[in-house]
């Protein structure tokens, strides 16, 4: 036997490797297969090396090292799932070179911070792609949708106690300063947005400019007619109907008589409708899903809420599980992108009724409308806000788990749950 018989040992460059102290998870971004590595010294060594910059996924094996079970059993699994396997060294006159994927510079959303000069501005303004506008509130007193659900996704409610508008000139203003940027929707929220003063004017100026428009109504807004279906007739006569979407949301216990008339009135309409439900419990979804195949609705969305008290629910329906994680297949693109922003939350930015304004309804204001303009809000974003950047990478217990990137960026509900970890992977401690 030749003991100094050797292969290269190579694992293949679209295999994303995380490895978190005794555990290693190999990721076939091609085919979504998975190779979980647990306790196994020996073979989280090689890993470990095989993943370190210099060695570019090869590295040198010899017989006494293949030779071991728990290290073939290794090689015989990464080739069965077509991640790598070994070569002969014979054949080659050097180490075979891999391209390991990374995020180019070029690539990067955060490039322009080493810029001199005007390019920044530009640059910066390009990384702006959705913007909600909630244009109004109405006083606790007289109204009862003042609640946190646009915490949690968007959603037509007040946005604070306070009675408030946005001023129709500086919401023009903030629009056009979005001019050259990469925005392609604007979202009209608030509570009751047809009984915004300037909703005629408001709905004028957004059908000149070139892009999708989602306005959100409750389903409840329906009881004052006149403003409900005038709101209707806008959007109806709009010479760029075809980029407007209405989301209306129903949440339970619905008002069953009041449901049936909103769907009758709608339906006869020329506009794009999106029926989106809120679901809090199981019951919810059944009713929801009772409604969509009973009338017919082709376009709908479930939002789940997080009432403080339904957790049971959300660990239920909501929480991931290994196999979910997986079978999003998330790409290689999108593993890379994840370890640099946050892409549920990155270029969006959020105004609500008080002229506070957000990158993220859940983090600290950056600005106010008004005083501040869009660029300012942007660069304070990129430079100082975390939003933008809140990797699964920078919190616990994510930090420890191999799932990190193959995970759903982290989102609104796991500020409203309060834990980062909304998955069934990690639990007491372990993954
Ligand atoms: S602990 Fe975090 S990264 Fe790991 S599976 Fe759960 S949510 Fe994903």
């Given at each position: 036997?030749?003991?100094?018989?050797?292969?290269?040992?190579?694992?293949?460059?679209?295999?994303?490797?995380?490895?978190?102290?005794?555990t290693?998870?190999?990721?076939?971004t091609?085919?979504?297969?998975?190779?979980?590595?647990?306790?196994?010294?020996?073979?989280?060594?090689?890993?470990?090396?095989?993943k370190?910059?210099?060695?570019?996924?090869?590295?040198?094996?010899?017989?006494?090292?293949?030779?071991?079970?728990?290290?073939?059993?290794?090689?015989?699994?990464?080739?069965d799932?077509?991640?790598?396997?070994?070569?002969?060294?014979?054949?080659?006159?050097?180490?075979?070179?891999?391209?390991?994927?990374?995020?180019?510079?070029?690539?990067?959303?955060?490039?322009?911070?080493?810029?001199?000069?005007?390019?920044?501005?530009?640059?910066?303004?390009?990384?702006?792609?959705?913007?909600?506008?909630?244009?109004?509130?109405?006083?606790?007193?007289?109204?009862?949708?003042i609640?946190?659900?646009?915490?949690?996704?968007?959603?037509?409610?007040?946005t604070?106690?306070?009675?408030?508008?946005?001023?129709?000139?500086?919401?023009?203003?903030?629009?056009?300063?979005?001019?050259?940027?990469?925005?392609?929707?604007?979202?009209?929220?608030?509570?009751?947005?047809?009984?915004?003063?300037?909703?005629?004017?408001?709905?004028?100026?957004?059908?000149?400019?070139?892009?999708?428009k989602?306005?959100?109504?409750?389903?409840?807004?329906?009881k004052?007619?006149?403003?409900?279906?005038?709101?209707?007739?806008?959007?109806?006569?709009?010479?760029?109907?075809?980029?407007?979407?209405?989301?209306?949301?129903?949440?339970?216990?619905?008002?069953?008589?009041?449901?049936?008339?909103?769907?009758?009135?709608?339906?006869?309409?020329?506009?794009?409708?999106?029926?989106?439900?809120?679901?809090?419990?199981?019951?919810?979804?059944?009713?929801?899903?009772?409604?969509?195949?009973?009338?017919?609705?082709?376009?709908?969305?479930?939002?789940?809420?997080?009432?403080?008290?339904?957790?049971?629910?959300?660990?239920?329906?909501?929480f991931?599980?290994?196999?979910?994680?997986?079978?999003?297949?998330?790409?290689?693109?999108?593993?890379?992108?994840?370890?640099?922003?946050?892409?549920?939350?990155?270029?969006?930015?959020?105004?609500?009724?008080?002229?506070?304004?957000?990158?993220?309804?859940?983090?600290?204001?950056?600005?106010?409308?008004?005083?501040?303009?869009?660029?300012?809000?942007?660069?304070?974003?990129?430079?100082?806000?975390?939003?933008?950047?809140?990797?699964?990478?920078?919190?616990?217990?994510?930090?420890?788990?191999?799932?990190?990137?193959?995970?759903?960026?982290?989102?609104?509900?796991?500020?409203?749950?309060?834990?980062?970890?909304?998955?069934?992977?990690?639990?007491?401690?372990?993954?």
């Open positions: 036997m030749n003991s100094k018989k050797s292969y290269w040992l190579y694992i293949d460059p679209y295999v994303h490797i995380s490895v978190k102290n005794t290693a998870l190999l990721y076939n091609l085919n979504g297969k998975v190779l979980e590595v647990k306790n196994t010294p020996s073979v989280i060594k090689i890993i470990k090396q095989l370190m910059l210099d060695n570019t996924y090869v590295i040198k094996l010899f017989q006494r090292e293949y030779k071991k079970p728990e290290i073939a059993k290794f090689i015989n699994n990464i080739s799932l077509f991640m790598g396997g070994l070569l002969d060294t014979s054949w080659y006159k050097k180490k075979p070179i891999q391209i390991i994927p990374e995020l180019r510079i070029m690539d990067s959303p955060y490039r322009f911070l080493g810029m001199k000069g005007e390019n920044w501005g530009r640059d910066i303004l390009s990384k702006l792609i959705e913007i909600s506008l909630y244009i109004n509130s109405r006083s606790k007193n007289n109204h009862s949708k609640n946190n659900t646009f915490k949690q996704f968007l959603f037509p409610s007040s604070s106690n306070d009675k408030n508008e946005l001023n129709i000139e500086q919401l023009k203003k903030i629009i056009c300063q979005c001019k050259h940027s990469n925005l392609y929707n604007i979202n009209i929220l608030g509570d009751s947005i047809i009984n915004y003063s300037y909703l005629r004017e408001l709905v004028s100026f957004l059908n000149t400019i070139p892009m999708k989602s306005y959100f109504l409750h389903y409840t807004d329906f004052d007619f006149r403003n409900f279906s005038r709101f209707i007739n806008f959007l109806n006569n709009s010479q760029t109907k075809e980029k407007i979407i209405l989301n209306i949301f129903f949440n339970f216990l619905l008002e069953e008589k009041l449901f049936t008339q909103v769907l009758e009135f709608l339906k006869v309409q020329h506009i794009k409708i999106n029926y989106c439900f809120v679901i809090q419990k199981e019951e919810d979804f059944e009713e929801a899903e009772l409604k969509v195949n009973k009338y017919d609705i082709a376009n709908h969305s479930y939002f789940p809420f997080y009432n403080g008290k339904n957790l049971k629910y959300f660990k239920d329906a909501i991931l599980t290994k196999k979910e994680v997986v079978e999003a297949k998330p790409s290689q693109k999108e593993i890379l992108r994840r370890t640099i922003i946050n892409d549920t939350k990155f270029g969006k930015l959020t105004i609500l009724s008080n002229g506070n304004i957000h990158s993220d309804v859940n983090s600290p204001k950056l600005g106010d409308f008004g005083t501040h303009s869009i660029l300012e809000v942007l660069y304070k974003e990129v430079t100082k806000g975390k939003s933008w950047r809140q990797l699964r990478s920078n919190v616990l217990p994510c930090r420890k788990c191999t799932y990190q990137y193959l995970c759903p960026p982290l989102s609104n509900y796991e500020s409203a749950i309060g834990r980062n970890n909304i998955c069934h992977i990690w639990g007491n401690g372990k993954q």
